[in-house]
């Protein structure tokens, strides 16, 4: 019957997170209450576990009393039945006596070994969670174990599961099984009393933590990562900040040639990652914000949290962006809603190159406008759809959608 219990403690010795000293104490308290149940009482009970081999030892101390004295089977053992266990014992001393394992029954040994499971199982859920509940903010590496439809498990370097939900990956993420996967911890939750920890590709934190591994100066703190905001996968802004006016902290971050910035563009799947020196002073900052475009001048509503942002002609479409990311991201890092708007100009109203349209129009639709000499915006509008269709292979839907896109830009 004890080898049900030598058994057990092989299986538990391959629970993780948790350490020698506390499976000894939860070994000792099962056992304790075993035989609390069948003594009343382990107050004179010694309990010896070893964790490495499974061996337990049970040792009942009771003193010594003359024969006919005994009042407490419990406490108390008479003088013969003492020198039964050794000869030279005498009254007064303290006998020491091993409890078999199989006195205590086969029902009850069976009874502790689902007890010992099951508590060794809530501290293996415990310090699951309290380790990951440190580490919330923190970059993981993982291997991609199980890929279901919405999220992947994924296996630390012990074992343990953790989640990445298909929205908090980037678009263009594909990981196969055995994968390597680098995330950070976004959060840890229970769920019908079992830890969740669930990772983010998608979080700020995950880009600036992978700024700190690859640029010393931020680890050391001698620069800041103020503020950063992303469109996972297409875009990001990252302000930082040098307390060293002898580091430039854009410089720092970007490396020689790129070299540090490469590897975490990679990392993200060539999401576009524009770094900016911050400044307190708003309309800098919405100015560097808006990189690559060169803006002309800003009015700040303040209190209303507001700024137009006035810019030649041929630089609007370079401060919106592809898709609106560089204006939403703009707006996002300086906490202010920009409007953006082309300058007023006295002089004739002034056309926009086809070239500035590349990110809404694709180039070959670009390349058979210019195949018939229509190389701005105002060509294009002047022409009729019936022309357009005779001249060059577009079809109507199509032009109807081009002449949207560029009628939007003189709105």
Not at 24 to 47: A, H, P, Q, W
Not at 66 to 78: H, I, K, T, W, Y
Not at 106 to 118: D, E, G, H, N, V
Request: charge should be negative.
């Amino acid at each position: 019957m004890s080898l049900q219990l030598v058994e057990s403690f092989s299986e538990f010795k391959e629970f993780k997170n948790i350490d020698r000293a506390t499976m000894m104490r939860v070994l000792e308290d099962v056992f304790r209450t075993m035989i609390r149940r069948k003594y009343g009482s382990d107050d004179n009970f010694d309990v010896i576990v070893n964790t490495d081999n499974g061996d337990l030892e049970i040792y009942r101390n009771r003193e010594i009393v003359d024969n006919g004295e005994v009042e407490d089977d419990n406490q108390e053992l008479s003088i013969d039945d003492a020198r039964k266990l050794e000869e030279d014992y005498e009254i007064g001393e303290e006998a020491i006596e091993e409890i078999d394992m199989a006195s205590f029954g086969r029902r009850t040994i069976l009874t502790a070994r689902q007890t010992l499971l099951s508590k060794v199982m809530e501290l293996e859920k415990d310090e699951f969670y309290k380790k990951y509940k440190d580490r919330v903010g923190e970059i993981v590496v993982g291997e991609v174990y199980q890929i279901w439809k919405n999220e992947i498990m994924i296996l630390d370097d012990e074992g343990n599961e953790l989640i990445l939900p298909k929205r908090e990956m980037i678009q263009r993420d594909f990981f196969k099984k055995g994968d390597n996967v680098r995330a950070v911890v976004l959060r840890v939750e229970m769920y019908n009393s079992n830890p969740k920890v669930i990772l983010s590709r998608t979080a700020p934190e995950f880009l600036e933590r992978l700024f700190e591994l690859e640029v010393p100066e931020i680890l050391d703190g001698l620069i800041t990562v103020k503020k950063i905001v992303r469109e996972p996968g297409e875009r990001a802004k990252v302000a930082v900040e040098s307390y060293d006016d002898r580091i430039d902290p854009v410089g720092a971050c970007v490396g020689m040639k790129g070299s540090r910035i490469h590897g975490i563009v990679r990392e993200l799947k060539n999401e576009n990652i524009d770094v900016i020196n911050y400044t307190s002073n708003i309309q800098l900052l919405i100015q560097r914000s808006l990189s690559p475009a060169k803006v002309s001048s800003i009015n700040l509503d303040e209190e209303n949290g507001k700024a137009d942002v006035f810019l030649p002609a041929d630089q609007v479409s370079l401060a919106i962006g592809k898709g609106g990311h560089n204006i939403k991201l703009a707006g996002k890092l300086v906490g202010y809603n920009i409007d953006v708007y082309r300058e007023n100009n006295e002089e004739e109203d002034m056309d926009v190159d086809l070239n500035e349209f590349a990110d809404e129009i694709d180039t070959w639709i670009l390349d058979e406008l210019k195949g018939i000499g229509l190389d701005t915006a105002k060509s294009v509008l002047d022409m009729t759809d019936a022309d357009l269709i005779s001249r060059t292979e577009l079809e109507q839907e199509t032009i109807e959608e081009i002449k949207k896109i560029l009628e939007a830009e003189f709105e």
